[in-house]
């Protein structure tokens, strides 16, 4: 749930359930779950986009705004307080032997 709250409270784009399925690897349940809890909690509402068959945006209403942003927004802060720690080399060398590690995984997963 954290990577749709991430999603919706720091970048300003616009998302269907589709579109954070397939940007957080989610499966389209798990996304419908989230997206339907809520709405029945009143923190998004579903906008259908015209000139769609179904597709729907999701759009934080206030409360939704304000209680996703209590969750992201000090994560998001420890993020950054986090980076300005870490020496540059260090961060390249990270997120090298992530990458690595992410490619490895998937080829490992697809053989499996």
Same mark, same amino acid.
């Given at each position: %749930? +954290?990577?749709?709250? #991430? &999603?919706?409270?720091? +970048?300003?784009?616009? #998302? &269907?359930?589709?579109? @954070?399925? $397939?940007?957080?690897?989610?499966?389209?349940?798990? =996304? $419908? $779950?989230?997206?339907?809890? %809520? /709405? *029945?909690? *009143? #923190? /998004?509402? @579903?906008?259908? =986009?015209?000139? &769609?068959?179904?597709?729907?945006?999701?759009? @934080?209403?206030?409360?939704?705004?304000? #209680?996703?942003?209590?969750? /992201?927004?000090?994560? +998001?802060?420890?993020?950054?307080? /986090?980076?300005?720690?870490?020496?540059?080399?260090?961060?390249?060398?990270?997120?090298?032997?992530?990458?690595? +590690?992410? &490619?490895? @995984?998937?080829?490992?997963?697809?053989?499996?």
């Amino acid at each position: %749930m +954290f990577w749709i709250w #991430y &999603s919706l409270i720091l +970048f300003d784009d616009e #998302y &269907s359930q589709q579109d @954070l399925s $397939n940007t957080w690897s989610l499966a389209k349940q798990t =996304v $419908n $779950n989230i997206i339907t809890q %809520m /709405v *029945h909690n *009143h #923190y /998004v509402i @579903l906008e259908l =986009v015209p000139d &769609s068959r179904n597709r729907k945006i999701i759009r @934080l209403t206030d409360r939704g705004r304000q #209680y996703g942003a209590s969750i /992201v927004k000090p994560i +998001f802060e420890a993020e950054k307080r /986090v980076l300005q720690r870490i020496d540059p080399g260090e961060l390249v060398a990270c997120t090298t032997a992530l990458t690595k +590690f992410t &490619s490895i @995984l998937k080829e490992e997963i697809d053989e499996g």
